[in-house]
């Protein structure tokens, strides 16, 4: 997968808002924090999705890469922000796509 597709897809799981959580990587149905990787996981945060949607190679750490400069400090800490919603994520991701796709046609 490309950093644009590993993007598109980490977006696309987060999209409806319910999929979308802080604080843990992943949980399940009941709101426990699980693996993001597992069968049961249901929501998750920006790099949780990332963490699901590819693995480790260079593309998902392009990835990373590619969404940390948009949002300019760590997805971690930038995703359990108070400040940051549901809304701002996405926007991100999308700013974060973009730049994989104009990367990816040079």
């Known amino acids: 997968m490309t950093a644009a597709e590993i993007l598109t897809a980490a977006r696309a799981l987060l999209t409806p808002p319910e999929r979308w959580t802080k604080g843990v990587y992943a949980q399940d149905r009941n ?15 920006m790099t949780g999705a990332l963490l699901r949607c590819a693995n480790i190679d260079t593309s998902r750490l ?41 990367a990816e046609r040079v």
């Open 62 to 102: 392009l990835a990373i890469r590619l969404l940390t400069q948009v949002i300019g400090r760590n997805l971690v800490f930038a995703n359990d922000d108070p400040a940051t919603t549901h809304a701002k994520v996405l926007r991100w991701f999308d700013e974060a796509i973009a730049r994989a796709a104009e």
């Open 31 to 45: 709101g426990y924090a699980i693996g993001p990787k597992e069968e049961d996981a249901v929501c998750f945060c």
